[in-house]
């Protein structure tokens, strides 16, 4: 994997400015100003091996203060007289909604997937508190650029420095063994407060809904495994032909695994639909519910269809008693999925942990049956189901545009959500006298 050295535009790139109390950056080309040593700084870096890219917070461009045209011609100066390997641009305002805004380490990790950057391994240069927020969240060594700017930064960075100049000495003076401790405080800062990591996570992720087009969407996420729906799903996606919606959804999603559900409540009409279902394509796996609506149990279904080969995911199931009959019925030598509705389960006011624990321990008996973790509520149910030993996940629209916030640094999503609280307020118009002027006088 390569290093990288991230750098702020503004204030450590090109001169910023100080306006209203608060740093600002050019208004046009003729304000566009490379600061001295910059161009030799990033020449050091260059052939020491670093891979150099900018990571800037635009936000005037969607306030409208400033043409997206005027920012690129700056950045078509930068390239031109700088040995940069890429500029990325958050060309948003801060918000829920952005994931690359400064201190969100989204640009960072951006570029990390593009050039397989080992971001524990690189450095995050900027001049405000932002910036090292970013490196910090995107676990970088970062090293301040200190202009007394009014303010003071939310987090202390490694190092500080007056320039770039100072910097890339910083950068170029680190020693093996200096990485070596670096890492050493990581891992016993890690072990004091431990924040999880998607890319760690055993748990495979299955995307649960009806929208064709929410589903292609998914599919086009790398760490959603597979998908699963059911006929109420179907409904409230508006769906009225079954079979020809799961041709749709198949010939769009080949090679991932997709749970169809039988509907059928007498038996040996499930065993006929479970049996059609499975010639719909080769990743299908049919749902079976665990009884039918009068309570009676599957496990005839079951055991004929795992017995055929056909791959079942076993749905509905609360109780540990029900995944110790279901194991009973599959057979060993065909895979099959155990669907424990954990998530309704603490609707009842009870701790799935527990029982989840418990029916991974009877599934073992059954090596190639894997146990889901169905109706999470929240984030931490993702968490939570890789540390009990589930083999998967279903995961709703809603939950899975949260996944952006997992490992996210908590100091600086308290910081986002008071931004919020008075961004919202401003916005409304909210008012309260205090008496404060009278008291003045």
């Given at each position: ?176 063994e200096d990485w070596r401790k670096r890492k050493g405080r990581r891992a016993e800062k890690r072990g004091a407060r431990t ?76 065993e006929a639909q479970g049996r059609e279902i499975a010639t719909w394509g080769h990743n299908v796996n049919v749902k079976i ?153």
């Amino acid at each position: 994997m390569k290093r990288a050295v991230f750098l702020d535009r503004d204030g450590v790139l090109n001169r910023a400015f100080l306006a209203d109390g608060k740093p600002r950056p050019p208004l046009d080309l003729s304000q566009f100003e490379i600061m001295q040593g910059v161009a030799e700084a990033c020449q050091r870096l260059k052939e020491a091996g670093w891979l150099l890219i900018v990571a800037t917070n635009q936000p005037d461009v969607a306030r409208g203060i400033q043409p997206r045209q005027t920012v690129e011609a700056m950045h078509d100066r930068l390239r031109a007289e700088l040995p940069l390997d890429a500029i990325k641009v958050c060309w948003e305002e801060d918000g829920p909604a952005c994931t690359c805004y400064k201190p969100k380490p989204g640009m960072l990790l951006e570029a990390a997937r593009e050039f397989d950057i080992d971001l524990d391994a690189s450095i995050m240069v900027g001049d405000r508190w932002r910036d090292v927020g970013a490196g910090q969240n995107a676990g970088c060594y970062t090293i301040l650029v200190n202009h007394g700017w009014p303010e003071p930064p939310l987090k202390v960075p490694d190092a500080v420095c007056a320039d770039l100049l100072q910097a890339a000495d910083i950068i170029l003076s680190l020693t093996a063994e200096d990485w070596r401790k670096r890492k050493g405080r990581r891992a016993e800062k890690r072990g004091a407060r431990t924040m999880p990591n998607l890319k760690d996570l055993k748990v495979k992720i299955f995307a649960d809904g009806a929208d064709l087009a929410g589903m292609k969407e998914m599919y086009a996420q790398p760490h959603i495994k597979g998908f699963t729906t059911n006929p109420t799903l179907m409904k409230k996606a508006g769906v009225t032909d079954y079979k020809a919606f799961a041709k749709q959804v198949l010939e769009a999603i080949p090679d991932r695994p997709i749970s169809f559900e039988v509907f059928a409540d007498e038996l040996d009409e499930m065993e006929a639909q479970g049996r059609e279902i499975a010639t719909w394509g080769h990743n299908v796996n049919v749902k079976i519910p665990v009884t039918n609506t009068r309570g009676v149990f599957t496990g005839p279904v079951i055991a004929k269809l795992s017995k055929a080969g056909v791959v079942l995911n076993i749905t509905a199931v609360f109780t540990v008693d029900q995944v110790k009959a279901i194991a009973e019925a599959l057979a060993p030598e065909t895979p099959a999925i155990v669907s424990v509705f954990a998530g309704r389960v603490a609707d009842a006011g009870v701790d799935p942990v527990p029982l989840m624990k418990e029916c991974h321990e009877v599934l073992k008996a059954r090596p190639k049956a894997e146990l889901l973790w169905a109706s999470p509520r929240e984030v931490l149910n993702i968490i939570q189901a890789d540390e009990v030993g589930c083999g998967i996940i279903t995961v709703t629209n809603d939950i899975l545009g949260k996944l952006k916030t997992v490992g996210k640094d908590l100091d600086a999503f308290s910081l986002e959500t008071v931004e919020m609280f008075h961004k919202d307020a401003t916005a409304a118009g909210y008012s309260i006298e205090t008496g404060k002027a009278e008291a003045a006088e």
